[in-house]
């Protein structure tokens, strides 16, 4: 099996740097898996979010809970696509801040380092994805948390 490290390694290595970072609770970390003019978009049940990431770094800095529910967080790169300098990643959390999420994230290469360019994101509320679930979403759209 070859020792080269190739792109797909490395984007999963940046992604995994997010997963640090907002394990330990470092929005210093966090920061630094960014670029610095990423932004972010999603929902956090009904409240639709939209927001330059530094918002996501007020967020992680201000957690104080984060030694409880760090104990259970896990998470799971279902997906990483490259080509060329571009980047996408799927990133499913379990038990972040006492909620799934999945992400899906844009990386760039820049300087021969992968950041996260944007985070859009989706909490998985077990109501409302029932909800999904009867208005017709794919299979795929729910995962168990």
Do not use: C
Request: charged share 25%; hydrophobic share 40%.
């Amino acid at each position: 099996m070859s020792q080269r490290r190739t792109a797909h390694d490395d984007v999963r290595a940046a992604v995994e740097a997010y997963v640090s970072a907002v394990r330990a609770a470092d929005p210093k970390a966090v920061r630094a898996a960014f670029r610095a003019d990423a932004h972010m978009w999603g929902h956090l049940g009904e409240q639709f979010v939209s927001a330059p990431i530094e918002a996501f770094s007020e967020v992680v800095a201000a957690d104080e809970d984060a030694p409880r529910w760090s104990r259970d967080y896990t998470y799971s790169i279902r997906a990483v696509e490259v080509s060329g300098d571009v980047a996408v990643a799927v990133l499913d959390e379990y038990g972040y801040q006492g909620h799934d999420f999945t992400n899906h994230f844009s990386l760039v290469r820049q300087d021969g380092a992968w950041l996260i360019a944007s985070k859009t994101f989706f909490r998985r509320d077990p109501q409302r994805s029932a909800g999904a679930a009867s208005a017709g979403a794919e299979p795929g759209d729910q995962t168990a948390g």
